[in-house]
T-cell receptor
Framework: KNQVEQSPQSLIILEGKNCTLQCNYTVSPFSNLRWYKQDTGRGPVSLTI?????NTKSNGRYTATLDADTKQSSLHITASQLSDSASYIC???????????FGAGTRLAVHP | DTGVSQDPRHKITKRGQNVTFRCDPI?????LYWYRQTLGQGPEFLTY????????KSRLLSDRFSAERPKGSFSTLEIQRTEQGDSAMYLCASSFSLAEPAKNIQYFGAGTRLSVL
């Protein structure tokens, strides 16, 4: 079954600290993997998108990694800010299909 | 504002009533998607259009749900005879299909939150 699983389900960190969110997927065939940030009450916003051949991609303080062999991805947030408080959703596009498969998200809370 | 816009932002209705939501995509985008998101979960695909053609529908889209995109621009999602289980955030997204798949980013609207009492 094509699934995307994320861990942890929720995370609390102090402002200025780093954190890493995990994503495992069983989607096949694989096309690309995206990380989205979703603020409460808002639609998801794309952070990064990686294809099979890309191992890492950065967007400011966000760095995503992809291991297509083990079907794992991570999103590392450096020097967290209060505005990073949101849900981070891992999304995989299945090759040959147009719809995306979403994980349930990791809810991150950054406290002062 | 040139992003994806959805209307209304919130809708409260009584069980059994019909509701209709509207989505205006980014103007040059030819693909439009509808998703449903419940609390603590990621969005679930409902259906998508390329121009005015509805190309795929999820099994989640029961016969009470219908979506249209009559002129290939805005889209409407109608739910007939609403049930309490329909309570969710309904998200619309758009993209440009001619971009290579790795660059085919879906841009989401803020969603319509439906509460069925």
């Amino acid at each position: 079954k094509n699934q995307v699983e994320q861990s942890p389900q929720s995370l609390i960190i102090l402002e200025g600290k780093n954190c890493t969110l995990q994503c495992n997927y069983t989607v096949s065939p694989f096309s690309n993997l995206r990380w989205y940030k979703q603020d409460t009450g808002r639609g998801p916003v794309s952070l990064t998108i990686m294809t099979f051949s890309e191992n890492t991609k950065s967007n400011g303080r966000y760095t995503a990694t992809l291991d297509a062999d083990t079907k794992q991805s991570s999103l590392h947030i450096t020097a967290s800010q209060l505005s990073d408080s949101a849900s981070y959703i891992c999304v995989v596009r299945r090759g040959g299909y147009n719809k995306l498969i979403f994980g349930a998200g990791t809810r991150l809370a950054v406290h002062p | 504002d040139t992003g994806v816009s959805q209307d209304p932002r919130h809708k409260i209705t009584k069980r059994g009533q019909n509701v209709t939501f509207r989505c205006d995509p980014i103007s040059e985008h030819n693909r439009l998607y509808w998703y449903r998101q419940t609390l603590g979960q990621g969005p679930e695909f409902l259906t998508y259009f390329q121009n005015e053609a509805q190309l795929e529908k999820s099994r989640l889209l029961s016969d009470r749900f219908s979506a249209e995109r009559p002129k290939g621009s805005f889209s409407t999602l109608e739910i007939q005879r609403t049930e309490q289980g329909d309570s969710a955030m309904y998200l619309c997204a758009s993209s440009f299909s001619l971009a290579e798949p790795a660059k085919n980013i879906q841009y989401f609207g803020a969603g319509t939150r439906l509460s069925v009492l």
